[in-house]
């Protein structure tokens, strides 16, 4: 069964696609393997990414604002599966994660989260079945609805006893799962840690109106402000048991100022502001990290990208080890639509995308594990390849490389 899936974080840096071919070992149906056909990036238009910018906590949006940017949002994930299929070849299925535009957590309590991006126009585009919001069943139960990786992070890095693995993932946000060591899927510990790009960017953009600060080439030239820095790490979120979730609604634009206090949030200049924040996204990533006790640290997602942010990370972690989740053979780039595509195949066969606990909860705290997701069109999946084996839990993962398999960037 092939599988599209699509991504886009909070950083809105590139819509991430992965084509992947999954299928069943005769022999051991618990075995699941994923071949990945494609791993790549394709860009947002830039007018819908502007859009998307503009409305971004803080910033008020009414409803016909939300309404369009929920159609033109469907309109680029559909260019961006059209690009794809046609260049690497049909799919059976296409899962989606849309585009997270408000995720709402109240005294440590998701209440709601939305996801944009019209999955009818995907249906239009592509002639295929959409598998979409697949967060909301989570939260439904009483989960934070975040986040969705650990399913996949135990599946690929739970299975050594000797190893008890921080899988890292650094994006808008950043966000831990604690595998492996001798423990089993229940007892899998993850949760949203603090800020990954979410408060650098918005910094940037801010002064600049760039989206990044590539290479951290302006970081480097400014130096952390010690005051400024623990008055950030005094924040209450990082207090918060795991598992906790949180968004842009509180990594803000206004995030810094609200902390520190508008003056001197101001005084600022923008190299030690950029300086401030790596370190205290490194900080704060490396305190939560060794609170849990892991042997190494397994990292992806685009922050790791960021050459500063690494090496005060690695500074912070030692004697830790930091590891590129593709010294694995793990595609970093690639991890998260493999993520949503893994969820979309579970999904279409029934089987639960979240991992339960030891007494019944899943790892997001919800009341059980649940199936996630949503299908359009509603009899879509009547087609799809389908066997006893695809109902089998799924027990191992393993990745197949495929000689044919391209990452792209763009």
Do not use: C
Not at 57 to 74: E, I, K, N, Q
Not at 244 to 264: I, K, N
Not at 288 to 301: F, K, P
Not at 372 to 388: C, K, M, N, Q
């Amino acid at each position: 069964m092939k599988v599209l899936g699509m991504m886009s974080g909070t950083s809105l840096d590139a819509i991430d696609v992965a084509l992947v071919e999954f299928a069943r070992d005769p022999a051991d149906p618990s075995l699941l393997t994923a071949r990945p056909l494609h791993l790549g990036e394709q860009p947002w238009p830039a007018a819908t990414r502007a859009s998307l910018r503009a409305v971004l906590p803080p910033a008020p949006a009414d409803v016909a604002t939300w309404s369009r940017l929920h159609a033109a949002v469907g309109d680029a994930f559909a260019a961006a599966a059209t690009a794809v299929l046609a260049e690497h070849g049909d799919a059976d299925l296409v899962a989606t994660h849309g585009q997270t535009v408000y995720h709402d957590v109240q005294d440590g309590r998701t209440l709601s989260t939305l996801q944009i991006g019209d999955p009818s126009r995907l249906v239009e585009a592509t002639g295929l079945p959409v598998i979409h919001d697949l967060r909301s069943a989570d939260v439904a139960a009483g989960g934070q609805g975040a986040p969705l990786a650990p399913l996949l992070d135990q599946l690929l890095l739970g299975g050594d006893p000797e190893e008890r693995t921080a899988v890292l993932n650094i994006g808008g946000i950043s966000n831990v799962s604690l595998v492996g060591g001798g423990s089993g899927p229940g007892e899998v510990i993850a949760g949203d840690i603090g800020p990954g790009n979410a408060l650098l960017d918005a910094a940037v953009h801010a002064a600049t109106g760039r989206a990044a600060d590539h290479d951290a080439l302006i970081a480097r030239t400014g130096t952390v402000d010690r005051p400024a820095l623990q008055a950030l790490l005094a924040d209450p979120f990082s207090a918060q048991p795991l598992p906790r979730s949180t968004g842009r609604e509180h990594y803000d634009g206004q995030y810094v100022r609200r902390l520190l206090g508008r003056d001197a949030a101001d005084a600022l200049a923008l190299p030690d502001l950029l300086a401030t924040l790596t370190e205290l996204t490194a900080v704060t990533i490396s305190q939560a990290i060794r609170e849990l006790g892991a042997s190494r640290v397994v990292a992806s997602g685009g922050g790791i990208r960021n050459p500063l942010l690494r090496e005060r990370l690695a500074h912070h972690l030692g004697p830790v080890l930091l590891l590129d989740a593709d010294e694995l053979g793990i595609p970093a780039d690639g991890k998260e639509a493999l993520l949503i595509a893994l969820l979309g195949y579970l999904g279409a066969h029934g089987l639960p995308g979240t991992l339960a606990g030891p007494d019944g909860p899943a790892h997001t705290g919800a009341r059980g594990p649940r199936v996630l997701g949503s299908l359009t069109p509603p009899r879509g999946l009547s087609a799809l390849p389908h066997g006893p084996a695809d109902e089998v839990p799924v027990g191992r993962f393993e990745i197949v490389p495929d000689r044919s398999t391209r990452t792209t960037h763009r």
